[in-house]
Nanobody, 128 residues
Framework: QVQLVESGGGLVQAGGSLRLACAASGETISAYAMGWFRQAPGKEREFVAG????????DYRDSVKGRFTISRDHAKNTEYLQMNSLRTEDKGVYYC?????????????????????WGQGTQVTVSK
C-alpha cells in the first residue's frame, strides 16, 4: 500500500510561482508512473502532468505547458510540480497520484482510472 502526502500549496499572486511536493511512503514507487491532477470548485478533476517511472518522459495538459515542470527524486520517493507564471485559472486542489498499472513501462498515464494511489490534496489559490 502506498501513502501519498502533498505539500507546498498556498496563496500566490498571478505571475508567481509555487513548488508542490508529494512524498510517498509504504513501499518503493521507483517503478511506478506518477502524476498531478487538479480540481477547481464546481469542476471535474483534470490531469495536469505526468512522469514515467524513470523520469525519462513527461506529459502536460496544454494550458500548463511551458509553465509547469514535473520531476521526481527516486532517492526521496518524492515527486514535484514546479509551477511558474501562475494564472487565476490554475487555482484548485492539487492531487498527486501514483500508477502501478504501467509499472516499468514508458507510458505516462493521463486518465484518473489509470492511477491507483492518491494523496489528500493541497490547495493552490492564485489571486489577481
Amino acid at each position: 500500500q502506498v501513502q501519498l502526502v502533498e505539500s507546498g500549496g498556498g496563496l500566490v499572486q498571478a505571475g508567481g510561482s509555487l513548488r508542490l511536493a508529494c512524498a510517498a511512503s509504504g513501499e518503493t514507487i521507483s517503478a511506478y508512473a506518477m502524476g498531478w491532477f487538479r480540481q477547481a470548485p464546481g469542476k471535474e478533476r483534470e490531469f495536469v502532468a505526468g512522469i514515467t517511472w524513470n523520469g525519462g518522459s513527461t506529459d502536460y495538459r496544454d494550458s500548463v505547458k511551458g509553465r509547469f515542470t514535473i520531476s521526481r527524486d527516486h532517492a526521496k520517493n518524492t515527486e514535484y510540480l514546479q509551477m511558474n507564471s501562475l494564472r487565476t485559472e490554475d487555482k484548485g486542489v492539487y492531487y498527486c497520484a501514483v500508477s502501478s498499472t504501467v509499472r516499468g513501462t514508458y507510458i505516462t498515464p493521463t486518465q484518473e482510472y489509470e492511477y491507483d494511489y492518491w494523496g489528500q490534496g493541497t490547495q493552490v489559490t492564485v489571486s489577481k
